[in-house]
């Protein structure tokens, strides 16, 4: 048997890949690298 889901663990770690995504578009010198962040992104989910 797998344990049950934690969500708070879940939403934590959502956040923290949040916060390292905004800190790669705060970087981001072209709406291009946007671009490309947001796929991997998209590609991921």
Same mark, same amino acid.
């Given at each position: 048997?797998?344990?049950?889901? @934690?969500?708070? @663990?879940?939403?934590?770690?959502?956040?923290?890949?949040?916060?390292?995504?905004?800190?790669?578009?705060?970087r981001a010198d072209s709406e291009e690298f946007v671009g490309e962040v947001l796929n991997a992104l998209q590609d991921t989910i």
């Open positions: 048997m797998t344990a049950p889901l @934690d969500f708070t @663990d879940i939403r934590a770690r959502l956040n923290g890949a949040l916060q390292e995504i905004s800190w790669l578009l705060e």
